[in-house]
């Protein structure tokens, strides 16, 4: 017990009390100083100590009432005692047996609750235990820093420690819970086996544990946890440094879960750590661990397959190294409808990332979908400097056309990942597209190039000009730029024109009615927040040329509806039946829009205050489509548009 007795006087009081002082008692679990023993007469004793030091907490001015005490020369007793600690709302129950001389002893200790402790100090200095019922909600009073999980549960062990030799622990912690403030992290009827055995080798102790997790669950925001998992491990403890030389985690679906480590106990440095998983079946774990990670809203519609392995390495908190491996892994994520959705895979290949040297990863990708809307397979080459990740030029088939990225780098700062690049868009039939998305059908092709892409979490930039081919003619964007785009505060700004867009095209795709000719649109100071318009100055008008304009009488109906209450086609109602079809000479209708109000405008410079020309006829009968309200609430604008495309304008002709 490494006992020291400094000094050990031994005094009689006037009144009969035998006193028994002591200056100091040191064992490696606990230090008592000061130490008195009073024994008055009538069989009774108390125990006072100045200085009680147990693991790393300490107390100053202890006592304990021993209902019966006695002192038989070094043979010190106490029974029913009761001991009270600062600080601890209920006294512990106690009796001892101490020979001060031979460092032998034994010490029931005993709480309200009913948990008891059991030692037996040998006299060299070992200490055998048991411990039954231990209330773990009682822990946070001897550990401050467990307050924050509220801990439950029952534990029962046994302990032998010799200081120099060997430790042994078993136990089992049955009913056990906890759970955080914040609701987080939590678990209940939690059944656990502990085994933990260490001998002292050169210096160090070398350590075996096993952990068995029998009953229960634990919710690890995101992951909910069942019962099953089982830990192994071993290492060394020298100096106040503890080595993790492997631990093994048996799970359900992984071939292998392995971890080493090195903590430094006196700094709380953990100097390295290294994680490999080998032969992760993704059906299995998937839906478990990593549907909570990236989708909790819609596990349920996730599907895996495949699997996967890697590695991870640690120094000082910073990551020095990581491997990837897929073989033939993949996930779908079903529709809210039960229909199509997204897929992605199967995926086969190795990506390796080393802190300070160049690496370089492939991975084969068998294609994907989102609905209806099917990518091709493709190769995906990778190089990675450090921080830095460069793509190879990737081409990836879409429908009867393809993506082709190039240039593409992404890199992590400080600050967040950056990426930059560029994109061409092979012509793909706008048949294909739109019925592949859902969307009315549409005639021609696309085709884009965005010569320069920039990316953040916090903006995308497409730098120079993004031109989209359709409809026979173009989309040029400038000036496009993303703020948060992933966020909640997503806003937009950029200008658009598009020229010599097919009318005919364009209306048969929206059922709006026949128009011939071709438009131009100009929108400038695109706004939008939340990917809602808030403000733009917008104008569709002809295009310049030669070529048959004619509009059906479905389309003049759809327009003057669409210009609400105040526009009218000015020609007689009794003649209008008399025509499908009209000649024109002239569109143009624009929109600038402020503070949820568009104000409308027509052809020519609206020199007239009110009234404003949409269609301007040509030919005979002619045909004018005459706005009169300049201001139009957008919203209210937005969904006259859509009852037009849907057929259920009312047109109002006069």
């Not at 006037?14 to 009073?38: I, K, M, N, W, Y």
């Not at 411990?131 to 307050?147: E, N, Q, R």
């Not at 809203?297 to 990581?322: K, M």
């Not at 026979?472 to 658009?496: C, M, N």
């Amino acid at each position: 017990m490494c006992v020291a007795l400094l000094s050990l006087p031994l005094t009689a009081a006037a009144l009969g009390t035998l006193v028994l002082a002591v200056d100091r008692v040191e064992h490696p679990a606990f230090a008592l100083q000061g130490l008195q023993f009073s024994f008055p007469a009538g069989g009774r004793a108390s125990l006072s100590i100045g200085h009680l030091r147990v693991a790393d907490r300490h107390w100053r001015n202890v006592r304990l009432d021993c209902a019966r005490g006695s002192l038989d020369g070094a043979v010190v007793r106490c029974e029913d005692g009761v001991f009270r600690l600062p600080g601890f709302p209920h006294p512990l129950q106690v009796s001892f047996r101490f020979d001060l001389s031979a460092r032998t002893g034994t010490l029931g200790l005993g709480t309200p609750d009913g948990a008891r402790l059991n030692a037996h100090l040998l006299g060299d200095g070992s200490v055998r235990a048991k411990l039954l019922g231990l209330d773990l909600t009682a822990l946070p009073a001897w550990l401050p820093l467990l307050k924050a999980w509220s801990p439950a549960g029952r534990f029962d062990g046994e302990l032998e420690w010799h200081p120099t030799r060997m430790f042994e622990l078993t136990g089992r912690l049955a009913g056990g819970a906890f759970g955080s403030a914040d609701g987080l992290r939590a678990a209940e009827k939690l059944a656990l086996d502990v085994r933990v055995d260490a001998a002292l080798k050169s210096g160090g102790w070398e350590w075996e544990a096993e952990l068995g997790w029998g009953e229960g669950a634990a919710y690890l925001h995101p992951v909910f946890i069942e019962a099953g998992p089982s830990l192994r491990a071993h290492g060394q403890l020298r100096q106040g440094v503890l080595e993790v030389r492997e631990a093994s985690v048996a799970l359900a679906g992984v071939e292998q879960l392995a971890a080493s480590a090195l903590l430094d106990l006196r700094t709380g440095q953990l100097d390295r750590l290294a994680i490999s998983l080998a032969g992760a079946d993704l059906a299995l774990v998937g839906p478990r661990w990593l549907a909570p990670l990236v989708a909790p809203a819609a596990g349920a519609r996730l599907r895996f397959a495949g699997r996967v392995s890697g590695a991870l390495e640690f120094e000082r908190g910073q990551l020095r190294s990581l491997d990837a491996v897929f073989d033939e892994a993949g996930f779908s994520l079903a529709g809210g409808d039960g229909g199509p959705g997204l897929a992605f895979g199967p995926l086969s290949g190795h990506v390796p990332w080393r802190h300070g040297l160049p690496t370089r990863g492939t991975l084969q990708v068998g294609g994907g979908r989102w609905q209806k809307l099917a990518l091709g397979a493709f190769d995906l080459g990778v190089s990675i400097d450090d921080r830095t990740l460069r793509v190879d030029r990737l081409r990836i088939p879409l429908l009867d056309g393809g993506l082709v990225f190039d240039g593409m780098v992404l890199h992590a700062g400080d600050a967040g990942w950056t990426g930059e690049g560029s994109l061409v868009i092979e012509p793909v039939s706008m048949r294909l597209l739109t019925d592949a998305l859902g969307l009315p059908s549409m005639s021609g092709v696309l085709s884009g190039s965005i010569p320069g892409l920039r990316a953040s979490p916090a903006e995308v930039v497409l730098d120079g000009t993004t031109v989209v081919s359709v409809f026979d003619g173009y989309l040029r964007a400038t000036g496009l730029r993303v703020l948060e785009p992933f966020g909640v505060g997503s806003h937009l700004t950029g200008d658009i024109e598009a020229r010599h867009l097919d009318l005919a095209q364009l209306t048969e795709t929206f059922s709006f009615g026949s128009i011939t000719g071709f438009v131009d649109a100009d929108v400038r100071g695109l706004e939008l927040v939340r990917w809602r318009p808030v403000g733009f100055d917008a104008r569709v008008s002809s295009s310049a040329g030669r070529y048959p304009r004619r509009i059906s009488q479905r389309a003049v109906q759809n327009i003057s509806a669409l210009g609400g209450p105040g526009a009218m086609a000015a020609i007689q109602r009794s003649l209008l039946g008399f025509f499908d079809t009209f000649g024109y000479s002239e569109i143009g209708l624009g929109c600038v829009l402020k503070a949820g109000v568009c104000e409308m405008s027509g052809i020519g410079d609206g020199a007239e205050a009110e009234r404003f020309v949409i269609v301007s006829g040509g030919g005979i009968p002619a045909l004018d489509v005459i706005g009169y309200n300049r201001r139009v609430d957008w919203r209210e604008l937005v969904e006259r548009l859509q009852r037009v495309i849907e057929g259920n304008a009312a047109a109002e002709v006069r």
